[in-house]
Structures are given as C-alpha cells and as structure tokens.
C-alpha cells in the first residue's frame, strides 16, 4: 500500500530550525502510479488541522500566511520526497506536523496522509 512517512520533527527553541522529510513509497507492483500534489498540514492540540504548504508535481508553491518568509517547501519528484524547512520557529509553530500526498493509480486519484511527526517549540 502507499504509505508516506515523516521524519525530521523534534525540540526546538523559539527562533531555532527543523527540517522534515515526507517519503511516500509504493509497492513494486503499482507501476503506474505518479504523486501529484503534496502538502503539509499541521495539528496544534485543541484545533483543527491547516494548511501550512502545497506544492504540486510542476513546483507551483503555496504557503499559509503564518509561515510565509519562514518556511520553505521543497520536493525531489526523483525519490517521491517533500521536504519543509522551518526556519525562525515560533513557539506558534508547535503541532503535529502531517504529510498529505495526491497519488494517481492509473484514473484514479487517492489521497493519503501520513502518520504525523510532532514539532514542538520552545520559549
């Protein structure tokens, strides 16, 4: 099945940088499949998961205002990998971060998430 892994979170202090890794892999036998889009999403504790950047397949760059000038969305269409450079973290910045993938089989477009790798940041 096609999984995406994070990687990279930890502790950090307020001003202090991390960077993650999304790896999606997919099984030998799903050969046709492509990842389109991707993103990252985060999860502070008592509210709902956001939007904190999008990339899709072409490179094309969203970023949610809060993050913007600070972090940095990346991907390495070769090893079907994203990447988020947060520098400057906040203490606002602390939540559980989450892979997003847009994963085309063939005609048909699953989405997939992954298990989430927690970022916490310090005054």
């Known amino acids: 099945q096609v999984q995406l892994v994070e990687s990279g979170g930890g502790l950090a202090q307020a001003g202090g940088s991390l960077r993650l890794s999304c790896a999606v892999s997919?099984?030998?036998?799903?050969?046709?499949?492509?990842?389109?889009?991707m993103a990252w999403y985060r999860q502070a504790p008592e509210k709902k998961r956001d939007l904190v950047a999008r990339?899709?397949?072409?490179?094309?760059?969203t970023y949610a205002e809060p993050v913007k000038g600070r972090f940095a969305i990346s991907r390495d269409n070769a090893r079907n990998t994203m990447y988020l450079q947060m520098n400057s973290l906040k203490p606002e910045d602390t939540a559980v971060y989450y892979c997003?993938?847009?994963?085309?089989?063939?005609?048909?477009?699953?989405?997939?998430w992954g298990q989430g790798t927690q970022v916490t940041v310090s005054s």
């Open positions: 997003y993938s847009e994963v085309r089989h063939g005609v048909v477009q699953e989405d997939y």
């Open positions: 997919m099984p030998a036998n799903i050969i046709t499949s492509s990842v389109n889009d």
């Open positions: 990339i899709s397949s072409d490179g094309s760059i």
